[in-house]
């Protein structure tokens, strides 16, 4: 029978690897009655980590007082919080059949579209304000910035914070120090909406320090992250520039040291940055309609945006430009500063004749590389196409692989005129995405066609933020124990991404990536799938069983610290309320089902899971110290059973 929707596809693709791999390791873990820990043991317990945040401030040491991460516009407030969990008693979640239950599964649903992952108080926050109070509730709230972070812990662990000179053989310990905090921000900060819009962002705006081109750069790419969350609330064309004059992305699609023409020399100016500005980062490579549809010619082919000639006319306008922190053309840097301050132009080495870009759009001779860079911006940024281009991408990346061209036509409208005759403006762009009735409304009206790939980072992430992951300290070189870190930089190995991890300027994966089989055949997207192989399915599998059994904290057998090295490790959860519930089987699985599912746990599945918790409640007939066991068990099930599940896999 012929698989018709993202979610049957997902089932009949993923069953023989997620629930055999789950009935694989459940009997290997003693799911049917032994059982042992896959992790060390070890005779002590760390002390909460409530409080064992060391205090940051939000403004870094003077030395970086002025780079380009600290916002020019006072409408960006600062952080004065540190983020660090909240291990406060959560509330109760309505059950089942109570006046609550389906605005506690609309709130979850709609946190699992606009942060990192519901978690119970949030569930409850968005009940009490709603939908749209939540929203502007968010904009309002000051920006975490991982720059000031960052530079905190180096000088906590006793690196230098702003080095005159890279020093490789620190570059993976501040790389660690880099990815604990995106974690960290990513899990506990309290402007959720502002960084999971940012991460949005980063995989459409890529930089990446997978190569040795950015791999020394950490600082610079946790201000590239900064300068993402800023204008996430802002306007599209501000952060086309602020991206254009990045360093970070200088040298990552080499805009930085790019000189104009020079026959005697051999020389030409480099298209990759003009290139990718427009292909990926503005208006795609064929003309669309309103509604993100690709216009067609006579013939019915699509029809290109630019071609070699606008590219090379690009090409000069990103001339002329290198680190901010050189006062000549052929000098080298490699400090710190010149990492996060965006680059500095030298006319001399920049084309200032006219260019023509699209055939008819003329920017005039004798501009200066600013002038000519704003006007060559504000000719893209009025394209008829970036509305649509930019909307449906933003639409995938939180809603849905396969917006409806209405949804589509809805958003990009407000993208190029919020209401108030402004294009560009990302609040407005924002809401009109996660208020829109097929976000809300999609999965019950397009049962066939809404729903998105829930990819690794995203998995992960809502795991830790509903279990309140912790973290695990760190022992260093000269025996220091620092406070708990999220340590997660190898998830690349684990589970196939990690933040500025991608492999190309193309992100994990493209937008309009169409997974072999059905989905192609059905002309459907499904951009996250092109990671998804058979190897990765069994290593995301196991990847969560490390991730979920024996990880709670009340035991002893949790690791007190790791080596500062490692670079990655899975946090200890808090699974308190989860054991609570654990003497009624159906008690635990319907919290699971709104916390982890929204409520949308198919009967078929519910009934499966169900009844193999049954099969293996706490046996009142055991002591004391073995219904502990049963029960801690029972809760690992669960929550692997539902996190593993086809269903889960796609976010809906």
């Not at 002025?66 to 409408?75: A, G």
């Not at 890529?206 to 204008?231: F, K």
């Not at 084309?351 to 200066?368: E, R």
């Amino acid at each position: 029978m012929m698989i018709k929707n993202m979610r049957h596809y997902l089932q009949s693709y993923l069953f023989r690897f997620s629930w055999c791999g789950a009935a694989v390791f459940l009997v290997a873990c003693g799911g049917s009655g032994g059982g042992g820990s896959t992790n060390p043991v070890v005779t002590s317990t760390p002390a909460s980590v409530a409080a064992s945040s060391v205090g940051v401030s939000s403004v870094a040491s003077s030395k970086v007082a002025q780079s380009s991460s600290t916002p020019t516009s006072s409408s960006t407030p600062f952080s004065a919080k540190v983020p660090a969990p909240d291990l406060s008693a959560d509330p109760a979640l309505p059950i089942k059949g109570s006046p609550n239950y389906a605005s506690a599964t609309e709130a979850a649903r709609f946190l699992m579209q606009a942060t990192f992952g519901p978690t119970a108080k949030e569930i409850e926050r968005v009940r009490s304000l709603g939908k749209n109070a939540w929203i502007e509730e968010q904009f309002a709230l000051p920006q975490t910035l991982h720059l000031a972070l960052l530079d905190k812990r180096f000088e906590q662990i006793g690196l230098v914070v702003e080095p005159a000179q890279d020093d490789s053989d620190e570059g993976y310990q501040r790389d660690l120090q880099r990815s604990d905090i995106w974690w960290e921000v990513a899990l506990w900060s309290d402007d959720q909406l502002r960084q999971r819009i940012a991460y949005s962002l980063s995989q459409i705006l890529v930089i990446s320090n997978v190569s040795d081109v950015l791999y020394n750069d950490t600082r610079g790419i946790a201000n590239y992250q900064d300068i993402l969350a800023r204008h996430a609330f802002g306007n599209y064309r501000d952060l086309l520039k602020a991206v254009t004059l990045n360093p970070m992305m200088g040298e990552y699609l080499s805009m930085v040291r790019n000189e104009k023409a020079d026959a005697n020399r051999n020389i030409r100016p480099d298209e990759n940055y003009a290139r990718e500005i427009m292909q990926l980062f503005s208006i795609g490579l064929v003309q669309l309609n309103l509604d993100g549809t690709v216009k067609l010619d006579a013939q019915n082919n699509p029809i290109p945006t630019y071609d070699q000639t606008t590219v090379k006319e690009l090409a000069r306008v990103f001339t002329g430009w290198n680190m901010a922190t050189i006062n000549n053309w052929w000098e080298w840097t490699e400090s710190g500063a010149s990492e996060i301050l965006p680059m500095k132009s030298f006319a001399n080495y920049h084309d200032s004749g006219a260019k023509v870009l699209f055939g008819d759009k003329t920017i005039a001779a004798n501009k200066t590389p600013e002038q000519d860079i704003d006007a060559a911006l504000d000719i893209l940024f009025a394209h008829e196409n970036l509305a649509p281009f930019i909307s449906k991408q933003l639409i995938q990346r939180l809603v849905t692989s396969n917006p409806s061209p209405a949804y589509v036509s809805r958003v990009a409208s407000v993208f190029n005129n919020n209401g108030a005759g402004t294009k560009g403006d990302m609040k407005a762009v924002i809401k009109t995405i996660l208020l829109d009735d097929e976000a809300q409304n999609g999965y019950k009206n397009s049962p066939q066609t809404f729903g998105k790939l829930r990819e690794p980072i995203l998995k992960t992430a809502h795991l830790w933020r509903a279990f309140k992951g912790t973290g695990t300290p760190t022992k260093l070189e000269n025996g220091t124990v620092t406070p708990p870190r999220i340590r997660f930089l190898g998830s690349s190995r684990t589970l196939g991404q990690r933040p500025f991890g991608s492999f190309s300027v193309f992100n994990f994966y493209r937008p309009d990536y169409q997974h072999p089989g059905e989905l192609k055949d059905a002309n459907m997207n499904s951009p996250e799938f092109q990671i998804l192989t058979e190897s990765m399915i069994m290593a995301k599998a196991s990847g969560l069983s490390s991730a979920i059994f024996w990880r709670d904290t009340p035991h002893d057998w949790l690791e007190p610290v790791i080596d500062a090295s490692w670079d990655i490790f899975w946090p200890r959860l808090h699974l308190d309320r989860e054991r609570e519930l654990a003497a009624n089987p159906a008690d635990l699985l319907d919290h699971l089902n709104v916390l982890i599912m929204a409520g949308q746990m198919s009967q078929s599945m519910y009934d499966l899971i169900l009844n193999h918790l049954i099969n293996h409640k706490i046996d009142p007939t055991w002591d004391a110290s073995g219904q502990m066991w049963q029960r801690d068990m029972l809760v690992y099930e669960a929550l692997f059973l539902v996190m593993a599940s086809p269903e889960y896999a796609v976010q809906r």
